[in-house]
């Protein structure tokens, strides 16, 4: 049966995404690189995306549910539970499957230690100790920190505590925030005694020249082949670092018809016809993920030609503007994204961040691995 909508995942794609991490990474001194597969690997497919990445040496996601669901597809890989515990019941299922949590208030700290300070486990946790340096989000203030760290260091439930942070505004290289929160980090990490395991950057800290230098690298979005970095600057899009596409989203076209200057395209008359025109309908829609805001002339390839979106998106359907494409036919594939189009221009347009997209495509959606 042919597929009415589809997501094409090319897991050599992935890999090859990997392999540019791991040599961004190592130019930030980071000898280990953390796969970020939260939310379905970004949309992509938890499991399969976690197989493919076999060179990575831990994989980020973010709560127990999410690990325990990685655990049993069978990976063997050490998993991060990224958002820490939710519930103090969480904490059962890190212990029983050693998963690495990540610490980010005294709240945590004080439920960990009530409940691991009588018990003694089969093998110690590794915890990240997480800083709030300046994102205003997830963390220990700078102030509470080192005294923090070192006092987790000694506890006997406890292998290792990674100190790390967080970035906010590491897609804006040239923010003076990064400076702000860069600083707090390597202040609290000259006072702790010792040399400490450190881990600060996600893709875009990787792939700019932020001096985040540090053991551990947590890429996500890049190695789904989008660049983190503002679309419009062109020398900062996914093909300047080497990235390939993962995703490739198309659609069948289910009708196409000729139409007259002043008819009317869809709902609520969002495109009314300049001229005559040739509009195709291709079966896809904000059910299946694509963003319901996409104005007239968004991007999309058909027949390997790039035109535009006509019309508001409806439940299930767009329209498209088929004017300069004659060859096209009904049953034809769409591409909303992909290999020839990327997914950072579909968001600069929309204004829906790359990961949005990705991470909305629904699960009635066929998936294909290839
Ligand atoms: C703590 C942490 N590290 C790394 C990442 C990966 O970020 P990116 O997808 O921008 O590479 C995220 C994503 O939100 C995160 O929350």
Redesign the pocket.
């Known amino acids: 049966m042919l597929n009415r909508v589809q997501a094409s995942i090319d897991l050599k794609a992935l890999q090859h995404n990997f392999s540019i991490a791991r040599r961004y990474s190592s130019l930030k001194k980071a000898a280990r690189v953390a796969a970020?597969i939260?939310a379905n690997a970004?949309g992509h497919g938890l499991e399969q995306a976690a197989n493919a990445l076999d060179e990575a040496e831990l994989f980020?996601v973010t709560d127990v549910r999410e690990a325990l669901t990685l655990k049993k597809s069978g990976t063997d890989k050490p998993i991060l539970v990224?958002q820490g515990l939710i519930h103090e019941d969480d904490l059962k299922l890190v212990v029983e499957h050693n998963f690495q949590l990540?610490v980010h208030s005294t709240s945590q700290l004080a439920t960990i230690d009530d409940t691991l300070s009588k018990l003694t486990l089969k093998a110690p946790l590794t915890l990240w100790l997480k800083m709030d340096s300046g994102m205003g989000r997830l963390g220990l203030s700078p102030q509470d920190y080192a005294a923090t760290y070192q006092a987790l260091q000694n506890k006997t439930y406890v292998d290792s505590v990674v100190m790390?942070t967080?970035l906010a505004n590491s897609?804006m290289p040239e923010s003076m925030l990064n400076t702000q929160q860069l600083q707090e980090f390597r202040q609290q990490e000259g006072q702790l005694q010792g040399k400490c395991i450190t881990s600060i950057p996600?893709?875009?800290g990787?792939l700019s020249e932020l001096p985040v230098d540090c053991d551990w690298a947590?890429?996500?979005?890049?190695l789904y082949g989008s660049s983190?970095f503002n679309f419009n600057e062109a020398h900062l899009r996914r093909e300047q670092f080497g990235l390939q596409a993962v995703m490739t989203l198309q659609a069948r076209i289910i009708a196409i018809k000729a139409l007259k200057k002043g008819d009317n395209v869809g709902y609520c008359s969002q495109f009314i016809c300049p001229q005559d025109m040739t509009v195709g309908i291709v079966s896809i829609g904000y059910a299946d993920g694509y963003p319901s805001n996409a104005p007239n002339g968004t991007p999309l390839m058909v027949g390997g030609k790039k035109t535009g979106t006509v019309g508001r998106v409806s439940m299930d359907m767009i329209g498209v503007d088929l004017s300069d494409i004659p060859d096209a036919k009904v049953g034809d594939l769409a591409t909303l994204w992909g290999a020839d189009l990327s997914v950072d221009e579909v968001a600069a347009k929309t204004g829906i961040l790359s990961?949005n997209l990705t991470c909305s495509v629904a699960r009635r959606v066929a998936f294909e691995y290839i």
């Open positions: 970020v939260k970004y980020g990224l990540v790390m967080h897609s996600s893709s875009s990787i947590r890429p996500g979005i890049m983190p990961y």
